[in-house]
């Protein structure tokens, strides 16, 4: 069974600075990996999508990559803000469109 | 922006009462999906479902039922419910085409059974 790991749990950074959330799973049969921002009683806004196929999906000041063979995937956020903050969560898709998720990082940017 | 809507947002509710939780989207897809998520750990699979009278479970048991009788709507029912059903539920749905692959998520509706 396909599982999802996140690292760190949470993260404080000061705002400016350039960061990286981490992602591995165990199984990489894997048609896509999703990271997603969740805002506390709000839903999960996708932020980027990477195919199998691919290594990099770059949206603003967000980069994530994807190391299939190994597993793993990071999320780059450069020039953090106050409004980065939130829990952000990655998942991989798997047959018969089910998403597997880690249990998120939860990032506070401090002014 | 993604349409798709759940209610009630939060609900509070005695134990062995019946509830029903509402999912509509607007996106015209066929695709829909339940997922349970306790605090602080990760969103499970629990119900999807490919169109209208297709219904399946997911990877994580669970003793709510859901129905597909219209494509937009996708309801999920607990009988009677719990303290143990105490949790988080988001709703979403994905379409065909280039786009088939992104699920978009409903804001979730936040059960709390005494």
């Known amino acids: 069974k396909q599982e999802v790991t996140q690292i760190p749990a949470a993260l404080s950074v000061p705002e400016g600075e350039n960061l990286v959330l981490n992602c591995s799973f165990t199984d990489s049969a894997i048609y896509n990996l999703q990271w997603f921002r969740q805002d506390p009683g709000k839903g999960l806004t996708s932020l980027?999508?990477?195919?199998?196929?691919?290594?990099?999906?770059?949206?603003?000041?967000?980069?994530?990559?994807l190391d299939k063979s190994s597993?793993?995937?990071?999320?780059?956020?450069?020039a953090s803000q106050p409004g980065?903050?939130?829990?952000?969560?990655?998942?991989?898709?798997?047959?018969?469109?089910n998403l597997?998720?880690?249990?998120?990082?939860?990032?506070?940017?401090?002014? | 922006e993604a349409d798709i809507y759940q209610t009630?947002?939060?609900?509070?509710?005695g134990t062995g009462k019946k509830i029903t939780l509402e999912c509509s989207q607007t996106?015209?897809?066929?695709?829909?999906?339940?997922?349970?998520?306790?605090?602080?750990?990760?969103?499970?699979?629990?119900?999807?479902?490919?169109?209208?009278?297709?219904?399946?479970?997911?990877d994580l048991s669970s003793e709510s039922t859901v129905s597909r009788i219209r494509t937009e709507h996708f309801p999920l029912t607990l009988e009677s419910a719990r303290p143990s059903h105490t949790s988080q539920y988001l709703c979403a749905s994905?379409?065909?085409?280039?786009a088939k692959n992104i699920q978009y998520f409903?804001?979730?509706t936040r059960l709390s059974v005494l």
């Open chain 1, 84 to 97: 980065d903050s939130a829990t952000y969560l990655c998942a991989v898709l798997t047959g018969a469109n």
């Open chain 2, 94 to 98: 994905s379409g065909t085409g280039v």
């Open chain 2, 27 to 58: 996106m015209g897809h066929d695709k829909m999906y339940w997922y349970q998520q306790d605090p602080g750990m990760e969103l499970h699979l629990i119900h999807y479902s490919y169109g209208v009278n297709s219904t399946e479970k997911g």
């Open chain 1, 48 to 65: 980027l999508l990477i195919q199998s196929s691919q290594r990099e999906q770059t949206s603003g000041r967000l980069n994530a990559s």
């Open chain 1, 100 to 111: 597997f998720f880690g249990t998120g990082t939860r990032l506070t940017v401090i002014p």
């Open chain 2, 8 to 13: 009630p947002r939060y609900l509070v509710i």
């Open chain 2, 106 to 108: 409903g804001a979730g």
């Open chain 1, 71 to 78: 597993g793993r995937s990071t999320l780059y956020i450069a």
